[in-house]
């Protein structure tokens, strides 16, 4: 599988050969929404919290005689069917959220996304991507130049330019190789991989 090289300017300067087995998997669209969903379940947090009707601060006693009043049985004001009772399944700190998936279909799911971004051409190579100084217009000035409005940047090695300079950009994440979620790899248009990076990702998943 070929990838595009780009130079400075976005535009392609040649190819960069990739490992076919990594980019040029078919596309597994069950299987890449099962690692998407599980990443975004894996990240919740159980930080919601509903009273069952143990918990409502209200009078225990029985609000009017069982008979001879016409109106419906009723035993306690807290209630799941009175407004202001408890709820029946309330929501708990103690939630789990979590979705398990083996380490070999992550890998199998990741492949398959970087698989179609090669193929929709929304996958790219450069053989470095820096700025002079942590400054976000330097940044912003040499995405624009490339042509790239939305782009999820895996570079080699941790960058402190880079990372200073994107963190006002929400059209730009800058991630070492293993940290590009699927996730980040599904919502930004275009990925633009460092040769070094390039070398990693097919070091990580061959």
Known sequence: ?????????????????????IFNRDFNEPLIHQVVVAYQANARSANRKQKGRSEINKSTKKPWRQKGTGRARAGRASSPLWRGGGKI???????????????????????SILSQLAREGRLAVVDKFEVEAPKTKLIASKLKQMGLESVLLITD??????????????????????????????????????????????EMLS
């Open 1 to 21: 599988m070929e990838l595009k090289l780009l130079n400075d300017s976005g535009q392609a300067s040649g190819s960069v050969q990739a490992n076919d087995t």
């Open 89 to 111: 399944f309330p929501n708990s700190p103690e939630e789990n959220f979590s979705h398990k998936v083996n380490k070999k279909m992550y890998r199998a799911g990741v492949r």
């Open 157 to 202: 090695a941790f960058d402190e330019n880079l990372h200073l300079a994107s963190r006002n950009l929400q059209s730009i994440a800058i991630v070492e190789p293993e940290y590009a979620d699927p996730v980040s790899l599904v919502y930004f248009d275009r990925v633009l991989m460092t040769r070094g990076a390039l070398a990693k990702v097919e």
